[in-house]
């Protein structure tokens, strides 16, 4: 059990860091008052992009940058359509992840069976060799690849970014009311596309770990709607990196659990009361495919109680949310 509980932990922050990078390129764009439901889509860009330069040149920090490129490509289309064209940001979006899921489906068939020497786990320099022995979290928390590493590290600057520096300041302030931030001689448009475009990028950035330090392997769709996870989250941080941080490593946490519970078997014995019950109900919920679900679940019932308990400013939601600006009609 030990073990189990061990290499869970251990798939958990891997895992998380998909939902960090995500989440946190979700939550910028949205600060900015453009919705962008196109993040699963720009993740498998991301996670195929990087993955193909990476068998390529042998090269995963080129192909994680490439997977950064591609994200960054694909929500340049979004910021045209919404920022530019003024059109549907919810439409938009679904028309960019249906986009990226044809995309990558129908170029990356030939690359399926191919595999990489992605990123390889590393310590903490100095005292990594020591903390790594610390019993079942040592690994865990102290032996990770790079991107995990980097997406730890974007989460304390995303909060400095948005809470404490100018641009920060009026990135917030298009989002809320950008007549005003206008008036104040605040680019609207430019910030918005910036916005979008680092969001992107955010997103490419987790597709491109998925495939080159997760799996190490390239399968169509295999985000598997963590992107769309990815939005939700940011719900349920109420548009905080600090929370999205939480949230990140709750979700990874389900989703590492149903992809490890081949290995677990858990019954009681059969001179327990109502044993056969018993054990048929933990054989239905230990079900990998039922454990599947597990994450989409918990996305809708945190989602649920959030918006239910909670008033709408207390969510912090970005007054200017799915709204286009246009100089000459506000």
């Not at 044993?275 to 809708?300: C, D, K, R």
């Amino acid at each position: 059990m030990t073990e189990f509980i061990a290499g869970l932990l251990g798939a958990t922050v891997s895992v998380a860091t998909v939902f960090i990078f995500a989440g946190l390129g979700e939550l910028i764009a949205e600060r900015a008052g453009v919705l962008n439901l196109g993040v699963e889509g720009m993740m498998l860009g991301g996670a195929l992009g990087g993955f193909v330069v990476t068998v390529l040149t042998e090269s995963p920090w080129l192909g994680f940058c490439v997977g950064i490129g591609v994200g960054m490509l694909l929500a340049g289309i979004h910021a045209f359509l919404c920022v530019t064209l003024k059109a549907n940001q919810v439409i938009s979006g679904v028309m960019l992840t249906l986009l990226g899921t044809g995309l990558t489906t129908f170029y990356g068939a030939g690359w399926v069976d191919r595999s990489i020497d992605g990123f390889s786990e590393v310590t903490v320099p100095l005292v990594g060799q020591y903390l790594i022995q610390i019993p079942v979290i040592g690994e865990a928390l102290f032996s990770n690849t790079p991107t995990d590493y980097i997406a730890l590290a974007l989460v304390p600057a995303v909060w400095y970014l948005l809470n404490r520096s100018n641009l920060g300041v009026e990135l917030v302030s298009v989002g809320e009311d950008p007549e005003i931030a206008d008036t104040m001689g605040v680019s609207v448009f430019q910030l918005r596309y910036l916005a979008v475009v680092i969001g992107g990028g955010f997103a490419g950035a987790a597709g491109a770990h998925l495939s080159l330090a997760f799996s190490q392997l390239w399968v169509p769709g295999m985000t598997a709607g963590r992107g769309w996870i990815a939005v939700a989250l940011v719900i349920f941080a109420q548009w905080r990196p600090t929370r999205m941080l939480a949230g990140a490593y709750l979700f990874g946490m389900l989703d590492a659990l149903q992809l490890r519970s081949q290995a677990l078997s858990v019954s009681v014995g059969a001179d327990t009361p109502f044993a056969g019950l018993i054990n048929a109900v933990l054989e239905f919920v230990m079900n990998a495919q039922i454990m599947s679900t597990y994450p989409y679940v918990a996305t809708i019932m945190i989602l649920s109680y959030a918006v239910i308990r909670t008033e709408s400013s207390q969510l912090a939601v970005p007054s200017a949310l799915l709204e286009s600006y246009s100089r000459e009609t506000d």
